[in-house]
């Protein structure tokens, strides 16, 4: 029998793969499957030439998401799949979970096409309570700013980034800013082959009234830690899975998920859903079972 070869994803600021993820390499060679960091965008790759490729750190593909989404078109075996990445990568899919009645922060969402001027840009957002600017496709809070509506520049700043985004052609998203983010963080939860694995709370990254995270390198810095999340929290997680599994017409779970959590004032809040390339924050489960379950699912696919 041949050895399998699995090809793990990432970007060319990171060809050795993020930390959390190396680990993978040696637990897939346990297992019989060789593994290698492969660089999404080197167009030196032949992608069909690998049993499986798994997404993992692809960092920098929210200014290039047209050019990523047609290279996943291209992999044969990819994991998640191509249409699970297109879906996932603008959040827009966010409106379908709270269609599915699925809690999910309250968002505005503002078309690129409809031209909005100032004036109505400035009628949508809240008068009351500091608020989130941020573009449908991002990654690692890049483009995300929060502002203060009582604050005369603060708001003015807001209007300048929302329009800024607007005459790029981008969606955006306007949300209040769930302030238990500061106390609480976001919680984590990944999920493996469907299954939930472990979950680790992130800080909050937004710091204050501020411009929209520009150029910072790939993304913010996030200290993370180990946390067990409540049956709420964990029902919450679980259906926003199922309805993303409904609305993709999935047959079978997803190799890898990871569902961001928020606190609300009447429980938990989805704040993000990430299929694409989650950090899977492997190290914070305890002497890390997630690698181990992840090796094995992704040794079963290959
Ligand atoms: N409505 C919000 N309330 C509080 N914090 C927010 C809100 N939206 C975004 N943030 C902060 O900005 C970060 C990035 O936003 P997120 O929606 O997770 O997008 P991405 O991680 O894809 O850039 C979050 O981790 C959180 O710290
Ligand atoms: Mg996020």
Known sequence: MTTKRVALATCSDLPALDRDDKPLVPALAQRGVTAEAVVWDDPAVDWASYDLVVVRSTWDYAPRHDEFLAWAETVPHLANPADVLRWNTDKRYLHTLEEADVPVIPTVWLDPARHFSKRAVHTRMPAFGDF???????????????????????????????????????????????????????????????????????????????????????????????????????????????????????????????????????????????????????????????????????????
């Open 132 to 302: 989130v600017v941020k573009p449908v496709v991002s990654a690692g809070a890049k483009d995300t700013g929060r502002y203060i509506p009582i604050s005369a520049q603060s708001r003015s700043m807001a209007i300048t980034h929302t329009m800024e985004l607007l005459d790029s052609g981008r969606w955006v998203m306007i949300q209040p800013y769930v302030t238990s983010v500061d106390s609480a963080g976001e919680t984590c939860l990944t999920f493996v082959d469907g299954v939930f694995q472990h979950a680790a709370r992130k800080n909050a990254l937004l710091t204050g009234p501020s411009q929209p995270t520009k150029g910072l390198g790939l993304y913010l810095a996030e200290t993370m830690s180990a946390v067990a999340p409540t049956p709420e929290q964990l029902d919450v997680a679980q259906r926003a899975l199922d309805v993303a599994g409904e609305a993709l017409g999935l047959d079978r779970p997803l190799l890898y998920a990871r569902v961001d959590l928020v606190a609300g004032e009447e429980g938990p809040l989805v704040i993000e859903l990430e299929l694409t390339e989650p950090n899977m924050w492997m190290r914070y489960s305890g002497s890390n079972p997630t690698l181990e379950r992840f090796a094995d699912a992704i040794a079963a696919r290959a």
